[in-house]
Antibody
Framework: EVQLVESGGGLVQPGRSLKLSCAAS????????MAWVRQAPTKGLEWVAS????????YYRDSVKGRFTISRDNAKNTLYLQIDSLRSEDTATYYC????????????WGQGVMVTVSS | DVVLTQTPSTLSATIGQSVSISCRSS???????????LYWYLQRPGQSPQLLIY???NLGSGVPNRFSGSGSGTDFTLKISGVEAEDLGVYYC?????????FGSGTKLEIK
């Protein structure tokens, strides 16, 4: 059974940093593109970043470029999102999601982790 | 960025009723290789999204066949043939043809 379990969220002051983790199991992690998608409170879904299977290629939405860093450790079956210079507009639930083998993006999602940016 | 416009924003249905949700794109989602990367997700209350339909019309793993997807180019539709109580939640379309991936604003399905 595919499982994606996020951790590392919490209440953070503006300008500070945070690192989210997503532990994957139930599939051959190193074979799949992975991504982070966020959802601000009562809002819709927003793709944040994606990373290739080996980690050599990363992709970001423009609004987070230079502040967010997606990475992965295939030996630990873990996905990361480093968030620097946090802003109030980064307040959201962050989901990690895996691509499907033949389906394309986001065939499985984690339960999400909440990040609240407030002083 | 590609804008996906979903209608209606809210839908109220009785059990057994058939309903449709529209997703219109600001650009064609057909790529140069002939693929159309249009997806549908359901987010039940308090849960993470789950994949319903991929590549316009293909059913996700474990998804009941009362769900179906259709469309091409810029116009797409999700149909539920015989709504069940467990179908309540917010439905999102998403495109992955053009970077960045973008989602529609969602359609909330309520059960009468």
């Amino acid at each position: 059974e595919v499982q994606l379990v996020e951790s590392g969220g919490g209440l953070v002051q503006p300008g500070r940093s945070l690192k989210l983790s997503c532990a994957a199991s139930g599939f051959t992690y190193s074979n799949y593109v992975m991504a982070w998608v966020r959802q601000a409170p009562t809002k819709g879904l927003e793709w944040v970043a994606s990373i290739s299977t080996g980690g050599g290629n990363t992709y970001y939405r423009d609004s987070v470029k230079g502040r967010f860093t997606i990475s992965r450790d295939n030996a630990k079956n873990t996905l990361y999102l480093q968030i620097d210079s946090l802003r109030s507009e980064d307040t959201a639930t962050y989901y990690c999601a895996k691509d499907g083998e033949n389906t394309g993006p986001f065939d499985y999602w984690g339960q999400g982790v909440m990040v609240t940016v407030s002083s | 960025d590609v804008v996906l416009t979903q209608t209606p924003s809210t839908l109220s249905a009785t059990i057994g009723q058939s309903v449709s949700i529209s997703c219109r794109s600001s650009q064609s989602l057909l790529d140069s290789a002939g693929n159309t990367y249009l997806y549908w997700y359901l987010q039940r209350p308090g849960q993470s999204p789950q994949l319903l339909i991929y590549l316009v019309s293909n059913l996700g793993s474990g998804v009941p066949n009362r769900f179906s997807g259709s469309g091409s180019g810029t116009d797409f539709t999700l149909k539920i043939s015989g709504v069940e109580a467990e179908d309540l939640g917010v439905y999102y379309c998403m495109q992955a043809t053009h970077a960045p991936f973008t989602f529609g604003s969602g359609t909330k399905l309520e059960i009468k």
